[in-house]
């Protein structure tokens, strides 16, 4: 069973940085895509950046702040956090993909919090 060790989540000041990064580990095969996802209290959950090969995604909210990174060789993938607003705050998930048998299979972390305070 596929596990995600993630790290780099806490608490930090508007304006600050703070770089989330996502291990995945319990599995041999590799993802062909991962990326991070959000969600804050009383909202739905929302795509937040993904990569795929050399192609990289980002929300509109976040796009020139934020940059996603990939280690395909460790399973890993990172989000450097910029800028940072106090709508950023959510609990940041970590996702893989799969294409197997057709179809696109995800994985998900547990999710670490990110509080953006003065």
């Known amino acids: 069973q596929v596990q995600f060790v993630e790290s780099g989540g806490g608490l930090v000041q508007p304006g600050g940085s703070l770089r989330l990064s996502c291990a995945a580990s319990?599995?041999?095969?590799?993802?062909?895509?991962m990326g991070w996802y959000r969600q804050a209290p009383g909202k739905q959950r929302e795509l937040v950046a993904y990569?795929?090969?050399?192609?990289?995604n980002y929300a509109d909210s976040v796009k020139g702040r934020f940059t996603i990174s990939r280690d395909s060789a460790k399973n890993t993938v990172y989000l450097q956090m910029n800028s940072l607003k106090f709508e950023d705050t959510a609990v940041y998930y970590c996702?893989?993909?799969?294409?197997?048998?057709?179809?696109?299979?995800?994985?998900w972390g547990q999710g670490t919090q990110v509080t953006v305070s003065a």
């Open positions: 319990g599995s041999i095969f590799k993802f062909d895509a």
């Open positions: 996702n893989g993909a799969v294409v197997a048998r057709g179809r696109v299979e995800n994985y």
């Open positions: 990569i795929t090969g050399g192609n990289t």
